[in-house]
């Protein structure tokens, strides 16, 4: 009679883990993510006789279709400074877009890395994120100097866009996490992606400014700056523009409605940051 031999059970441990987020070394995270973006941005323009003007042309090719569009043909408003405000929108959009957008299927794109080569995954994203922002550092130049040739004087006000641009990083930050990780997962977050940031353009106060809009609607007008993208743009067009354009704090309805965008924006990156760190150490394995 044959007898069943017991094999000795062995302990494997605990399963190996993939790299993390961030790697546990937030200075060799930014570093690497410095020089994936700058390597980026100057391939980019590899080989092109105009270079880095193609990112300043983008921007203004749409500004002066748009401009004409609702300046000559279908008059939305009358605003002091319309054009600078309109251009501004558009360049900070374009931020958004570009930042949230490139970041959907960037770990895509460099799968022959990740499934190589052992470092920080956040690195992946946060690049794409510091390439838009060369990009913005390039066209808010435009925006200042159309701002000066329509007649607006500096002001010391303008210091005040400053933390504005960082808590519109940080909102584009938490998405392209949330994209990115997503993705990897399911790639129906690209079309939906794309529709979603078409409906933003047109929610965001760009071609149609919050004055126009309350003129219709206040309620309406106080909803739309809920969206932090929105707060943003309105907020620098009163400090960079004109005080003429309603700051978010009477437009939105006081300091306690201001904490909505506030709250949505850190929650935007608390979701990000929290999902990407759970998928980054099964990235390579769902690619």
């Known amino acids: 009679m044959a007898t069943a031999t017991l094999e000795p059970q062995v302990d494997r441990g605990e399963p190996i883990r993939g790299p993390s987020a961030v790697g546990g070394d937030f200075r060799r995270a930014l570093t690497l ?3 994936i973006a700058r390597n980026d941005f100057k391939l980019r323009f590899f ?12 921007p203004l090719m749409l500004f002066g279709v748009l401009l004409v569009v609702f300046t000559q043909i279908v008059v939305v408003t009358d605003t002091e400074y ?13 931020f958004f877009a570009e930042a949230t957008g490139n970041a959907v299927g960037c770990v895509m794109v460099r799968e022959n890395l990740v499934r190589k080569i052992h470092f920080p995954r956040l ?4 690049a794409v994120v510091m390439v838009a922002c060369f990009n913005l550092a390039l066209n808010l130049v435009v925006v200042v100097v159309f701002a000066l040739a329509f007649g607006i004087d500096p002001s010391w006000n303008w210091l005040g866009v400053i933390p504005l641009l960082l808590a519109l990083i ?24 794309d529709v979603m940031l078409q409906v933003t353009f047109y929610a965001s106060l760009i071609l ?3 004055e126009a809009i309350r003129e219709k609607s206040e309620t309406l007008a106080s909803v739309l700056l809920a969206n932090p993208l929105a707060a943003v743009i309105q907020e620098t067009r009163h400090l960079l523009i ?14 306690a409605l201001v904490l909505v965008p506030g709250a949505l ?4 990156f608390a979701l990000g940051l929290r999902v990407f760190n759970r998928e980054a150490p099964r990235i390579a394995e769902e690619l």
């Not at 080989?47 to 983008?58: E, F, I, N």
């Not at 005080?243 to 300091?255: A, E, F, L, Q």
């Open 33 to 35: 993510t410095i020089a």
């Open 47 to 58: 080989g092109s006789v105009l270079g880095y003007l193609w990112q300043l042309m983008r």
């Open 82 to 94: 319309f054009p600078v405000a309109l251009l501004l929108g558009i360049v900070l959009f374009t």
């Open 123 to 126: 690195v992946i994203p946060m």
């Open 170 to 193: 940080v909102f584009a930050s938490g998405l392209a996490m949330l994209l990115s990780a997503l993705y990897v997962r399911y790639r129906d977050v690209e079309p939906i992606w």
């Open 208 to 210: 149609v400014p919050y």
């Open 242 to 255: 004109d005080p003429s354009y309603v700051n978010v704090v009477r437009g939105i309805g006081g300091w």
């Open 265 to 268: 924006l850190v929650a935007t």
